[in-house]
Every structure is written in structure tokens, then in C-alpha cells.
């Protein structure tokens, strides 16, 4: 089944993406950014009408994006690495358009979860065709292209309930219960090295002779 598809019927989609819906705001809350593209279900309006969003406002590849370099403060990836194929060119191309201190939001099926057992043993077709990007190999390319990872959260747990934590948004701290992984990552901006415990300490010097 589509994915774009299947959060749109059933309960368990419905419930998973008023999950991410509100991950996604929590996230984004107290971020402030002037530019923002958001890769992956279109039809989820994440930035209220703040972001371009590929596949409906225009067509691009997520891995070659027509932006300069440091030019987007945002990037939203929902289920936008589900296959899995093209995870480190994404990585790359994200750190090259990101500004210095930009983030990067995304979510992605848990290929790792009980939920997979359960499709597998109902004999139901999982939402994402591919089943899903392991977190680890994400975070490995990710953090290879020189991302810091911020924040993780493991969403929509086994089994639901009628009424999830978190003013909606179902957490479980145990990855093997939950459908869903999101997670806020930085493009950290180089710092100062320390200077050499044989170098003279030209910082205090001076500041004693203020």
C-alpha cells in the first residue's frame, strides 16, 4: 500500500499521523527559520503554508536540490528516506543547502518494530513497501555528513491507546514498540580549537591587562 495512502485510512494510519503531525510541531515551536522546504507527503502542510513543498509546489530530487549552498534555514523530510537507497546522497545534499546552525526534521517507519511481526502475521501488506530505513544506518550517514542529532523520539507504540501521552503524540522510550521514529538534527557550526597546553595563554593575558 501507498503510504500516502495508508495514513489516511484505518485507524492505526490515522493515529500515526496525528502522531507525527504532532511531533513535527512540537519541533517545530520555538524554531525560528526565514527559509524551509519540506520533502515528503506533500499533503501535509508541517510549517502552516511557511515551507515550498516539493511534489506540490514544484518537483525536485532530494538528492540534487536547485538551491545554493547555506540557503535554506528548515528542512523537512517526513518519510522521505523510507526507501532507503539514496540516504547518504540526502545527507550530503541537506548539509550543502542548510545554513550553519539550520535543522533538519524527519520521521521514518521503524523497520526494527513488533508492529512489522504483526503486519507480517495478519498477512497485511506494511505501509512502507520497502520497510523502512534502520535508525542506525540513518543516523551513521547522517552524522557522517556532519549533522548533530538533537532530539529522537520513537512514536505511535504497541499497543495504542485510546488516549496517547503527550497532548496526542503517543512516545515510547523502547525503539521494538514503536511504528514511527522522528528526529531534529543540526548543521553545527565549526567551533574554536583549544589552543595547546605548550601554547601561551594569550586570551587570559590579555584579559588581566584589561
Same mark, same amino acid.
Given at each position: 500500500?501507498?503510504?500516502?495512502?495508508?495514513?489516511?485510512?484505518?485507524?492505526?494510519?490515522?493515529?500515526?499521523?496525528?502522531?507525527?503531525?504532532?511531533?513535527?510541531?512540537?519541533?517545530?515551536?520555538?524554531?525560528?527559520?526565514q527559509t524551509a522546504l519540506q520533502?515528503?507527503?506533500?499533503?501535509?502542510?508541517?510549517?502552516?503554508?511557511?515551507?515550498?513543498?516539493?511534489?506540490?509546489?514544484?518537483?525536485?530530487?532530494?538528492?540534487?536540490?536547485?538551491?545554493?549552498?547555506?540557503?535554506?534555514?528548515? =528542512?523537512?523530510?517526513?518519510?522521505?528516506?523510507d526507501d532507503g537507497e539514496s540516504?547518504?546522497?540526502?545527507?550530503?545534499?541537506?548539509?550543502?543547502?542548510?545554513?550553519?546552525?539550520?535543522?533538519?526534521?524527519?520521521?521514518?517507519?521503524?523497520?526494527? %518494530?513488533?508492529?512489522?511481526?504483526?503486519?507480517?502475521?495478519?498477512?497485511?501488506?506494511?505501509?512502507?513497501?520497502?520497510?523502512?530505513?534502520?535508525?542506525?544506518?540513518?543516523?551513521?550517514?547522517?552524522?557522517?555528513?556532519?549533522?548533530?542529532?538533537?532530539?529522537?523520539?520513537?512514536?505511535?507504540?504497541?499497543? =495504542?491507546?485510546?488516549?496517547?501521552?503527550?497532548?496526542?503524540?503517543?512516545?515510547?522510550?523502547?525503539?521494538?514498540?514503536?511504528?514511527?521514529?522522528?528526529?531534529?538534527? %543540526?548543521?553545527?557550526?565549526?567551533?574554536?580549537?583549544?589552543?595547546?597546553?605548550?601554547?601561551?595563554?594569550?586570551v587570559d593575558g590579555l584579559a588581566?591587562?584589561?
Amino acid at each position: 500500500m501507498d503510504g500516502n495512502v495508508w495514513f489516511e485510512h484505518g485507524r492505526v494510519g490515522l493515529f500515526t499521523a496525528a502522531c507525527e503531525r504532532e511531533f513535527f510541531r512540537d519541533a517545530l515551536r520555538d524554531m525560528y527559520f526565514q527559509t524551509a522546504l519540506q520533502l515528503g507527503l506533500p499533503q501535509w502542510d508541517l510549517t502552516e503554508g511557511a515551507a515550498v513543498r516539493a511534489g506540490r509546489d514544484c518537483m525536485m530530487a532530494a538528492e540534487a536540490l536547485p538551491f545554493a549552498a547555506e540557503s535554506m534555514d528548515l =528542512l523537512l523530510l517526513p518519510h522521505a528516506l523510507d526507501d532507503g537507497e539514496s540516504c547518504g546522497a540526502v545527507a550530503d545534499e541537506a548539509y550543502r543547502v542548510l545554513a550553519a546552525e539550520g535543522r533538519l526534521v524527519l520521521s521514518g517507519f521503524n523497520p526494527h %518494530s513488533v508492529w512489522r511481526l504483526l503486519y507480517r502475521i495478519e498477512r497485511k501488506p506494511f505501509p512502507c513497501e520497502s520497510g523502512g530505513l534502520p535508525f542506525g544506518r540513518l543516523k551513521e550517514a547522517f552524522e557522517a555528513a556532519g549533522f548533530v542529532f538533537e532530539r529522537t523520539e520513537w512514536l505511535a507504540g504497541w499497543p =495504542l491507546h485510546d488516549t496517547a501521552d503527550g497532548g496526542g503524540r503517543q512516545v515510547h522510550g523502547w525503539p521494538a514498540t514503536a511504528l514511527v521514529y522522528g528526529a531534529v538534527l %543540526s548543521k553545527r557550526q565549526a567551533g574554536i580549537r583549544p589552543l595547546d597546553d605548550d601554547y601561551p595563554n594569550v586570551v587570559d593575558g590579555l584579559a588581566f591587562g584589561m
